[in-house]
Each structure stands twice: as C-alpha cells, then as structure tokens.
C-alpha cells in the first residue's frame, strides 16, 4: 500500500485516480485545508496534521504502508512572503514529523513534491538540476530544506527518496472527474478558466516589460497526468537506483500572452485581459532541463502540446464550472 500525503488537493488526487486506474491500494492523509473528499473517490482517507505524530503512528500501524508520496504542503508564493513560518511550520515540520514516523515503522521509500521555486531567477534556460539553488521565497526555501533532509536520512539511515521539482502543472484527468480547484485562485491556467465562464471580469496579465520576446513571462506547463507517472516511475525505481533529484517539465516554454492566445483557439472567442503590473517574486522564465527524469526514469511526457494541456483543463472547468460543488 501506498500512503499518499496530501492526496485530496489537485497533484495528489490525480495521483490517487492514477494508482486506482491501476489497481494499487492507497490510503490518503489530508488535513483539507485546501483539499476537497470528493476527490479521491472511495481511497481511504485519514484527515488530520501532518504534524501530529501519534496520528501518523496510527495510520501506519493500521496500514501495511511500503512507501509514501509527500505532496501535503502550502504552496502560495504570495502567502509565503506575509506568513513565512506557516510555510516553514507545515512544510518543513511536516516533513520532519513524516519521516520521523517512517523510520519508525521501518518504511524507507519516498517520493517527495518539490519546486522550480527552489532555484530562484535561473541563471541559464533550460535549468538543469545542477544548476544554482538560491529560492526567492520561503515556499521555495521551505521545500529545499526538506531536500537537504532528505539527504540526511539517506546518510544516516539509509532512506531512498526521490525528489522531484514541479513546473508548472496543469489540465486534468482525462475522464474530468477532478481536477484543478483552489480557493482563492492564483493559477494563470484556472483564471482564464474562470474569465471564460463569465466568473471574473477579466484576467490581468502580471506585467508585460519583462525580458522575454512578447514581454510576459514564460514557463513550463506539464500535464497533470504525466506528472504523476512520473512519481509512480521514480517510486518503482528506488528499489534498485540510489535517492535522486529530477527537474519535471516538458522542456517548452510559453508565455502568458501565448497561454491566453491558446485558450482563446481553443474556445473560439477571445478573452477580456489588461496589463497590470508585474506580480511580486515572478522569475521571467522557467523552462526545466528534464533530460535527466527522461533517461533516468525511462520518462516520456504524452501532453507536450499546449494547446492539448489546455483543451484538459478547459474539459474540467467546463464541466465542473463551481469545481467539486458543481
Ligand atoms: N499570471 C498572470 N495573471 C494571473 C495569474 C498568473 O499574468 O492572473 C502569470 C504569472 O505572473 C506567471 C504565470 O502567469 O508569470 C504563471 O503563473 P502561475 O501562478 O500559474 O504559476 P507560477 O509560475 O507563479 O507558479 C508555479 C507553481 C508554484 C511554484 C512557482 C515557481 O505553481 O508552485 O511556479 O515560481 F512555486
């Protein structure tokens, strides 16, 4: 069995619909703060703090867990800059407690959710894993402290981990029974969602002078469900590959005004936008070297065409236009 931290938020509930297409037990933890039950569809779910070390005692007690997906934390960059300790309390306590608990039920696989957020402004496009670390935030410090832990555990108590730094994700299962939902919403994907389903007025793009060829940043955009291959992929190869740590993107970047201009194909309308100012802590650009998680995990992206990711998630948000309260 597989436990599943943070498995009713977006990430992890596809990774929970992912391992029940397959047929591999999963019990989840979620303390749903940002999390909906809807979303994992019948997997056992355990709601309650990471932190909280007699409850994680029991989950494991109670379940014959062999290995552990981490994707519970905060993730709002924003928030990060105005409540730091929040970040550095869940993400980083959390983990500590996480581990703490697996050592002491002999569990000693895990696959961790990290951030293109833990390399700051890159020096170099594409950003290989090598390259240097320098986070421009606590969610981005928060999450390469629990990389260095990890390290740690590896040295001192032979724990395998796999740490794998996210682009930006996005789109949704393919059957749309779930999908990308946050409240407030921050992503640029779901807010052109919400634009076109007459929910906001407009969408303000988040600056236009930045050095990139039309002005708008520019980023990453992996599909959900290649995402979570990839954490099956890597789990499976910590049985005989040593602990390691993968850039996970598609290699492509695009930029905002090219999202929104997609969107707009492929709903046959165009969108009201303005330009606002630049959004606090934005790289220009984010584009992963993923050359690594290809080789290494025998990794091959399905969703690398845009227009694809976004006729996903367009599917879910059409579909569900209130999310899981739709
Ligand atoms: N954007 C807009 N308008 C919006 C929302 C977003 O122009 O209303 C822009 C942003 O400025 C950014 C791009 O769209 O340039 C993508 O923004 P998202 O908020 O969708 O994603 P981020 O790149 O900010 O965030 C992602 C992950 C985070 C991670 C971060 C690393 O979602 O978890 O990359 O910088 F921390």
Known sequence: MILICGGSGYIGSHMVAYFQDKGVPVAVIDNMATGHAASVHGAKLYVGDMRDTAFLDKIFTENPIQAVIHFA???????????????????VGGAVALLEVMLRHNVKKIVFSSTAATYGEPEHIPIPENATMSPGNPYGASKLMVEDILKWCDTCHGLKYSVLRYYNVAGAHPRAHIGEVHNP??????????????????????????????????R???????????????????????????????????????????????????????????????????????????????????????????????????????????
Not at 73 to 91: C, D, H, I, Q, W
Not at 199 to 207: A, E, F, M, P
């Open 73 to 91: 934390a905060s993730s709002l960059v924003g928030e990060s800059m105005t409540n730091p300790l929040k970040y550095f309390g869940n993400n």
């Open 185 to 218: 919403e921050t992503h640029l994907i779901p807010i052109i969602a919400q634009v076109a389903l007459g929910q906001r007025d407009k969408l303000t793009i988040y600056g236009d002078d930045y050095p990139t060829p039309d002005g708008t940043c520019i």
């Open 220 to 326: 990453d955009y992996i599909h959900v469900m290649d995402l979570v291959e990839a954490h099956d992929l890597a789990l499976n190869s910590l049985d005989t590959a040593p602990s390691h740590v993968y850039n996970l993107g598609i290699g492509k970047g695009f930029s905002v005004k090219e999202v929104v201009e997609t969107f707009e194909k492929v709903i046959d309308r165009t969108l009201p936008k303005e330009i606002g100012p630049r959004r606090a802590g934005d790289p220009a650009a984010l584009v992963a070297d993923s050359t690594a998680a290809m080789k290494g995990l025998a990794w091959q992206p399905k969703h690398t065409n845009l227009e694809e990711i976004i006729r996903s998630a367009w599917k879910w948000h059409s579909q569900n236009p209130h999310g899981y309260n739709s």
